[in-house]
Nanobody, 125 residues
């Protein structure tokens, strides 16, 4: 099992930037894919970005492509989501997640067995 703790959320104005962090602990070597998801009130959880932990492709939702960048620092066991040009519609609780069975790596929630508690991002106009 992998434990995940997000941080870095906050309130910003439209056009602002934030960097979210996700610290991983536990059986980290088992992770196959890590991802960022978000959920706004009254809406379903949606994938924002996902990447293979061993390198390779990174996937972004169309709504954030060109504005958000996902990265990782394996020396710190930390995943990041750099968010630029934030918009009010980016307001949501942001979660990081890990998939350890090697079954999937994408923007759907299926297969991700480890989740953090979330960090709130609020963008005001």
């Amino acid at each position: 099992q992998v434990q995940l703790v997000e941080s870095g959320g906050g309130s910003v104005q439209t056009g602002g930037s934030l960097r979210l962090s996700c610290a991983a602990s536990g059986y980290i070597k088992s992770t196959h894919c890590m991802a960022w998801f978000r959920q706004a009130p009254g809406k379903e959880r949606e994938g924002v970005a996902a990447m293979y932990t061993e390198g390779g492709s990174t996937y972004y939702a169309a709504s954030v492509k060109g504005r958000f960048t996902m990265s990782r620092d394996n020396t710190k066991n930390t995943l990041y989501l750099h968010m630029n040009s934030l918009k009010p519609e980016d307001t949501a609780m942001y979660y990081c997640a890990a998939e350890s069975r090697g079954l999937v790596c994408g923007l759907g929630t299926w297969g991700f067995g480890s989740w953090g508690q979330g960090t709130q991002v609020t963008v005001s106009s």
